[in-house]
């Protein structure tokens, strides 16, 4: 005796049974997981990013303090603006001098260098 009857209309209900399991499921519409887990992301790095830019405010000389910005922190990198090449220049000097050093010793992620650009 065969496992399935060929005939459904041997068993009918083999016909709800195949009906029920082959019914479509709904399907969920909903971005919260995605957006969620977007959120966490972004407050995560947000955290990260927020720390480093108070400790580099901190530590940088008065006359530097308002003329840089953070564009981001990526695999270690913390990527900075200068306003202007001369305050890129200096901004240089005193990473290369002590500030690079300090920096990385006090940031409370993984910060493995400090990248400036104009």
Request: glycine share 4%; aromatic share 6%.
């Given at each position: 005796?065969?496992?399935?009857?060929r005939?459904?209309?041997?068993?009918?209900?083999?016909?709800?049974?195949l009906?029920?399991?082959?019914k479509?499921?709904?399907?969920?519409?909903a971005?919260?997981?995605?957006?969620?887990?977007?959120a966490?992301d972004?407050k995560?790095q947000a955290?990260?990013?927020g720390s480093?830019?108070d400790?580099?405010?901190?530590?940088?000389?008065?006359?530097?303090?308002?003329?840089?910005?953070i564009v981001s922190?990526?695999?270690?990198?913390?990527?900075?603006?200068a306003?202007?090449?001369?305050?890129?220049f200096?901004?240089d000097r005193w990473?290369r001098e002590?500030g690079?050093?300090?920096?990385?010793r006090?940031a409370?992620t993984?910060?493995?260098?400090?990248?400036?650009?104009l």
């Amino acid at each position: 005796m065969p496992l399935l009857p060929r005939n459904p209309d041997e068993d009918p209900t083999l016909i709800r049974r195949l009906q029920s399991l082959r019914k479509p499921y709904e399907k969920d519409l909903a971005l919260r997981d995605q957006f969620g887990a977007l959120a966490k992301d972004l407050k995560r790095q947000a955290r990260s990013v927020g720390s480093l830019g108070d400790t580099l405010a901190q530590l940088l000389p008065d006359q530097l303090k308002d003329r840089f910005a953070i564009v981001s922190f990526s695999r270690g990198v913390l990527t900075v603006r200068a306003a202007d090449a001369s305050s890129k220049f200096e901004l240089d000097r005193w990473l290369r001098e002590e500030g690079e050093q300090q920096l990385i010793r006090r940031a409370a992620t993984n910060l493995l260098r400090v990248r400036l650009v104009l």
